[in-house]
């Protein structure tokens, strides 16, 4: 593999707004809007929770849009909090991040969707069959980010136009009922905006995968522009498409029998046309899943192989392929550490316990927008965050109420969570020690 420093800039704008809308859009939108639904009174207010969450989210994309066009670098969330708060803060968020999320998301998806081809989780042929997809999507994105980003443009494209047709079918030829709107907004306004702040907590992994546009930015090209564009624009078109799938799971199910399903799409199908079309949205949901998986394998390595090429991983996790010019050893360990997730299996509960401290860093990297513009000012913004200082500044207050909300719930989760992460400072020393001996190492410190 190749000692070179710099990926190829290969992917256009409109890839990088399908790669953040097919991160984004995975299996949440069809089973988590009846736990999101708990507690709020009427429909109007669970449609205002899923355009809150979408306005977080956007806020999130501004912000990185920024950050992306000052540091258009593979591996987003690790340089900016490397260049903010220096490698350490970047080690433990790197680390939680590779050897826990990114895997554990990859078998996930790749368990959920042999899941809804009708395989039994837990089975052998469960587990060779999501090995066996990891294993040609990792294929893919080996030979080159742009047969990888091909794959991932028709997978996403399909899911889009399939979510879009179940809109429109269900509004025009569904047997819904428009009563189930009404009344749209009511209720006492202290008890609701609780609701609202926890329904945020669930909503936040079903919006997770927005900044995936930052992960590749060594490969965007004209970065400058197409980063924040596609951030802002892969956002605000995904929670159009959140509060569509909603409305017409509105239309045909009332509210009251939506509370709590983990089904809601094949109940809203089976409500709207017949028993036999719940079969229709486990293909659309299988789809989904597959268009997820393939994006994050496109996106996340990139977090690995920025650690390695810094000399915080593996030196091999740094290197390019010298025909390819992909991170190859960086797809090769999450594809290979997503593959133990599939064998190993019982790991979701790990996944949870890092929810709190995901937002926490995630709020943190918003936050280094207030340190750059602050400490270095003069630093090239060829994009500035519209809103600043307040709309960073909402993202940051509305993660704190998530991860508020989170410990009045499950705190031990959390605590286990943070105490982790943080598990991974004594690793960060010992590579330090281990690296300090070795003249050919890597710098430690932030470029």
Not at 351 to 357: A, C, E, G, K
Request: proline share 5%; hydrophobic share 50%; glycine share 10%.
């Amino acid at each position: 593999m190749s000692e070179g420093r710099e990926l190829r800039r290969e992917l256009g704008l409109f890839t990088c707004i399908l790669l953040v809308i097919g991160n984004i859009i995975g299996v949440g939108i069809f089973t988590t809007p009846g736990e999101i639904a708990q507690g709020l009174p009427t429909a109007g207010w669970v449609l205002m929770a899923w355009i809150i969450g979408g306005l977080m989210t956007t806020a999130g994309a501004l912000t990185y849009g920024e950050l992306g066009a000052m540091f258009p670098k593979a591996g987003g969330n690790y340089v900016f909090l490397r260049e903010a708060f220096g490698p350490l803060i970047a080690f433990l968020y790197g680390l939680a991040y590779a050897l826990v999320t990114t895997a554990g998301t990859i078998a996930l998806l790749s368990i959920g969707f042999a899941e809804y081809l009708g395989m039994h989780t837990g089975t052998w042929q469960s587990k060779t069959f999501s090995i066996l997809v990891v294993l040609v999507l990792t294929l893919f994105n080996y030979r080159g980010v742009k047969i990888g980003a091909n794959v991932m443009n028709v997978l996403t494209l399909a899911k889009i136009a399939a979510m879009m047709l179940l809109v429109l079918l269900g509004f025009s030829f569904g047997n819904g009922h428009p009563g189930h709107f009404t009344p749209f907004f009511s209720g006492e306004t202290k008890p609701i905006l609780f609701a609202l702040g926890a329904a945020l907590v669930p909503m936040a992994y079903t919006y997770s995968g927005w900044n995936s546009t930052v992960l590749v930015a060594e490969e965007v090209k004209n970065p400058l522009r197409n980063i924040p564009v596609s951030l802002i624009a892969g956002t605000l078109l995904t929670t159009l498409i959140y509060v569509l799938m909603n409305a017409v799971y509105l239309y045909a199910v009332p509210l009251s029998d939506l509370l709590g399903s983990v089904r809601v799409a094949d109940q809203a199908a089976s409500s709207l046309f017949a028993p036999w079309a719940a079969n229709l949205t486990k293909a659309l949901v299988s789809l989904s899943v597959l268009g997820c998986l393939s994006a994050t394998m496109l996106s996340n390595p990139r977090t690995v192989f920025a650690m390695g090429r810094d000399g915080l991983f593996f030196k091999w996790a740094g290197k390019i392929h010298p025909t390819y010019q992909t991170p190859s050893g960086a797809i090769l360990f999450e594809s290979v550490m997503g593959c133990l997730f599939i064998l190993v299996g019982n790991f979701g509960q790990i996944l949870s316990f890092l929810s709190v401290p995901l937002v926490i860093i995630f709020a943190m990297t918003v936050c280094s927008i207030f340190v750059f513009r602050i400490r270095r000012p003069d630093l090239p913004r060829p994009y500035k965050c519209w809103g600043y200082p307040f709309v960073p500044a909402f993202y940051v207050i509305i993660s704190f109420l998530m991860v508020y909300s989170k410990f009045m719930s499950k705190g031990v989760q959390g605590i286990i969570g943070i105490l982790v992460v943080l598990g991974g400072i004594p690793v960060y020393y010992l590579m330090l020690w281990y690296k300090s001996w070795r003249p050919s190492s890597v710098s430690l410190h932030p470029r």
